[in-house]
């Protein structure tokens, strides 16, 4: 039978120990309950502490240059240049189009599951969470935050893991589209939900958002990088 | 030909990889070095050693723990070189404020402080499993420490860290 100390020596070294003793002796001590919660947003504190802003860099190794200049009639460049224009042009409003639509499944999908928004201190289940995980292979680190809400939900033909994490600015909906790859990223803004789709190499997409915010697109921005770095990929 | 297309897409992907996890590495360094020009410098190093190093890279989901070991190297290699001098810390953290201010939560700039002022052996296992993510299992291996050594050492970084903030340290457990 685990003892007050322990327990609480235990959660101090690890907030998020999954422990199944450490699990029954929470469940059977309010106290030592509130202690874990208390750790959980102090530790919620030390991570946003911890991410220091710092530049992606635009050139990581130096000798990634490229050591070549084509040099060709300033005429046929300047028809190539016009004729790659209109396909960027042409082909970034196709591209876009199918986003749109993603996006707009996202936003329809919200107005299903209006009590997942609540702002709380209380995290779901792990076992509950893994649950809901383990089909698209991924688990979040400790950093991801407290998952609030974690549901399997039917999307577009497939079940996709729905997940809201609480955030200091607010509950973050998560939704995993291993079955939607993108080619870039595409911020929407539509029926009071602000966010962003992600494409994840190999994982499809990342649909991230929030919800009457007010928070900035380059927040958001900011927000779904955070969440993407805080999945790992088991497969 | 086909050799060089490949170097090619083979360069193309590592830089695209290291471009990914830079902003992890550098906070990583920064949190090692709590000098953000040296860990910039550590990192740029580190990301020459890991290129010439690549091949050895099997699998490349184990890129961001096999970086982050180079960058703790370097860091090391780095410490011996310059046979860094011992620090203020007051002083660190003043030259640090652009980057510590730049939060746009007011109320983590004292726990920024505080992790500043927690010991090298504090900090370290505290921003593996904090930042990164490492379960105890993975930075005991990192750092070369028994289980029960990083949970001490994680006990006391917050002890100190929740003392250090205010917080409501009655029910922390006393060693």
């Known amino acids: ?235 | 030909m086909n050799d060089q297309v490949a170097g090619k897409q083979r360069h193309a992907r590592f830089q695209a990889l290291c471009q990914s996890l830079r902003p992890d590495l550098l906070r990583f360094a920064f949190w090692l070095s709590r000098d953000r020009a040296l860990a910039e410098d550590v990192v740029q190093e580190s990301m020459l050693r890991a290129w010439k190093a690549q091949d050895s890279l099997l699998n490349e989901a184990a890129a961001k723990p096999w970086l982050l070991t180079i960058v703790r190297r370097e860091y090391a290699r780095t410490f011996e070189r310059k046979r860094l001098n011992t620090v203020d810390v007051d002083e660190l953290i003043a030259k640090e404020e652009p980057t510590l201010a730049a939060a746009e939560e007011h109320d983590i700039a004292d726990v920024r402080a505080a992790i500043m002022k927690l010991p090298d052996e504090y900090r370290e296992p505290l921003v593996l499993q904090v930042l990164m993510g490492y379960s105890t299992a993975e930075i005991a291996r990192e750092l070369e420490l028994s289980g029960p050594a990083v949970l001490t050492r994680l006990c006391r970084a917050r002890r100190q860290l929740r003392a250090a903030c205010g917080e409501d340290t009655a029910l922390d457990p006393q060693e």
Not at chain 1, 66 to 91: D, M, Y
């Open chain 1, 1 to 235: 039978m685990m003892d007050h100390t322990r327990y609480r020596s235990a959660i101090l070294a690890d907030p998020r120990d999954q422990d199944a003793e450490l699990r029954t002796h929470r469940e059977g001590c309010p106290e030592c309950r509130a202690y874990t919660e208390q750790l959980l947003r102090f530790d919620a504190r030390v991570e946003r502490a911890l991410r220091v802003d710092m530049p992606a860099g635009a050139e990581v190794l130096p000798f990634a240059r490229k050591s070549q200049t084509f040099v060709g009639p300033r005429r046929w460049l300047a028809i190539a240049a016009s004729v790659l224009l209109g396909t960027a042009i042409v082909g970034g409003i196709w591209l876009t189009l199918p986003q749109r639509s993603l996006a707009a499944a996202v936003v329809a999908h919200m107005a299903g599951e209006p009590d997942a928004w609540q702002r709380t201190d209380i995290a779901v289940d792990a076992p509950a969470l893994q649950d809901v995980l383990k089909d698209s292979n991924l688990r979040l680190k400790p950093a991801a935050g407290i998952v609030s809400y974690a549901s399997s939900c039917a999307f577009r033909g497939h079940q996709v893991p729905h997940l809201v994490v609480q955030t200091p600015r607010g509950p973050v909906t998560v939704m995993v589209l291993v079955h939607e790859p993108l080619r870039k990223s595409m911020q929407f803004d539509e029926q009071g939900y602000r966010g962003t789709l992600v494409p994840v190499p190999g994982h499809g997409s990342l649909a991230v958002l929030m919800r009457d915010s007010g928070v900035s697109s380059a927040e958001i921005a900011r927000i779904a990088a955070q969440v993407d770095d805080s999945i790992v990929w088991t497969h």
